[in-house]
């Protein structure tokens, strides 16, 4: 069997001693890292003054982990800069935030260069090699140029633009054209695949040859590969001693009212500030039943090196203080928002407690807090989903009340309606989504990913015979 190497921007493998805090995707390219005896690559998170190269390679739990450290600069215009001020802003539609400049790209290709060079004496012949994300879409052909004839593979978490938004990015063939670089790349939704072969069709005269595309001189295969949570391990965590804690402390504060969640990283693909207007929509326009209820926004902060980060998180300190001061009582705020980070059984139990769940970017490649409240329900008295439709889970989760979430009008006729859902009404729709999000898991996902990976060459030898 090949050995599986696994490239992300960071590395965030289990350390074995209680994984608590380690992400549901983390958990399950560990598992498969350990199956296929792997290796996972990345960057440390740490910077260096002068970039050397040196590997710090570790154990975790099984799991060899090889990162290295980058330079400020590094860190300013590849990763604060092209990857999350240039391509995160666009490919999340929000041309706005779009900030093109010239020495972010040059970052960007350095970059990748060095994760290319450092990581090049690594492969071995039948390597299996599967990149992940934006921060790496050159990754490929940085190694090809190193002489790397392996089987790469690339996988988009984020949503691929629409055509006509793609061609706004300077040097927007450059970039595509090195995912050709790759044997297969894989996208969360057929409609985010549909996209990108778009693009390539028209922009880049392509052709397609069956079900893989041919363009630039090669042919690469493509496909809709829709990342999943560890649903049976959060079912469980969700009735675990520390998630029931989480739980009764939460039904103790709500004090009988019925509690509406949010849980995201602070980000303004994720509609905070238009998912505040819904609810203050809904106590502008709902007086009788105002009291009943109480929203929870958790949204740890991230990305801080990057302005648009920190005035999101300042606008929406304001926004939930103006709600607070234009409805709260004695006795009631009807909301609360919180910016920690927190352990995935304690989230499991406050998903547990949530009888209605905002989910409302306003654009995603998947969302898997949409799954993990899913997994996370009692079957006997679940709660209501609230989903966007333009999150790529909205494919999946057909059960949800799928909404547009830059409507406040739409987000609060939906709360109303998930606050006054009967108990057959709940567990029907819940049942659906439940058997959906257990059967396509992070497994099942892992799976799908790395058998089509392993059968690149040979559809290949096929299609040219
Ligand atoms: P994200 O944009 O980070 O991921 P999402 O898919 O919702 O978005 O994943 C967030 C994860 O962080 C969830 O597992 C959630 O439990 C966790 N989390 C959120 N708040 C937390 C808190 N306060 N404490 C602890 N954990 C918290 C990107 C893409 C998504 C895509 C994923 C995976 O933007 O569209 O679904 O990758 O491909």
């Given amino acids: 069997m090949s050995r599986l190497i696994v490239v992300s921007n960071r590395v965030n493998a289990p350390t074995g001693k209680g994984d608590e805090t380690v992400g549901g995707l983390a958990m399950a390219l560990s598992a498969a890292l350990r199956e296929y005896s792997g290796l996972w690559f990345g960057w440390s ?11 710090n390679v570790e154990r975790c ?5 090889a990162t290295l450290d980058l330079e400020e600069t590094d860190l300013n215009e590849y990763y604060n800069g092209y990857a999350n001020k240039t391509l995160w802003p666009l490919f999340h539609y929000r041309q706005d935030l779009t900030a093109y400049d010239r020495s972010y790209g040059e970052g960007y290709e350095r970059v990748n260069q060095r994760f290319a060079e450092t990581l090049a004496p690594l492969i071995e012949p039948d390597d299996l090699i599967w990149v992940h994300d934006y921060h790496l879409i050159p990754l490929a052909r940085e190694l090809r140029k190193l002489g790397v004839k392996n089987r790469i593979g690339f996988y988009l978490h984020i949503p691929w633009p629409a055509h006509q938004l793609m061609v706004t990015l300077p040097g927007h063939q450059k970039l595509v054209q090195s995912l050709f670089d790759y044997d297969l790349v894989g996208f969360q939704t057929a409609d985010y695949r549909q996209a990108f072969e778009e693009y390539v069709l028209t922009e880049a005269k392509g052709v397609m040859v069956g079900s893989d595309l041919r363009a630039f001189g090669r042919t690469v295969k493509v496909g809709a590969f829709p990342i999943g949570v560890d649903a049976a391990e959060f079912a469980e965590m969700a009735k675990s001693e520390r998630a029931w804690r989480t739980y009764n402390v939460m039904m103790a504060h709500t004090a009988f009212r019925s509690l509406i969640i949010g849980v995201d990283r602070l980000d303004y693909s994720k509609g905070l500030e238009e998912r505040f207007a819904g609810f203050e929509h809904f106590l502008a326009h709902n007086p009788d039943v105002r009291r009943e209820v109480l929203f929870l926004q958790i949204a740890p902060v991230s990305r801080e090196g990057v302005e648009a980060y920190q005035e999101i998180r300042a606008r929406l300190d304001s926004l939930s203080g103006r709600i607070n001061g234009e409805f709260a009582d004695i006795d009631w705020n009807p909301v609360r928002y919180v910016n920690k980070t927190y352990r995935r059984d304690e989230l499991a139990g406050v998903y547990r407690a949530a009888r209605v769940a905002l989910v409302t970017p306003l654009r995603d490649g998947m969302n898997l807090v949409a799954k993990e409240f899913v997994a996370a329900q009692n079957p006997d008295d679940p709660g209501v989903l609230i989903l966007s439709r333009f999150a790529g889970a909205a494919d999946q989760l057909k059960q ?7 409507s406040p009008e739409e987000i609060a006729e939906a709360l109303k309606r998930a606050l006054a859902m009967d108990l057959s009404e709940r567990v029907a729709r819940w049942a659906q989504m439940f058997e959906n999000v257990t059967r396509e898991d992070v497994n099942a996902w892992r799976d799908a990913y790395v058998g089509a990976l392993s059968d690149v060459r040979e559809t290949h030898t096929a299609l040219a015979s």
């Fill in 61 to 65: 739990d099984g799991v060899t982990v």
């Fill in 400 to 406: 949800a009340l799928m909404v547009n979430p830059n």
């Fill in 45 to 55: 998170g740490k910077t260096t003054e002068k970039f050397t190269g040196e590997l």
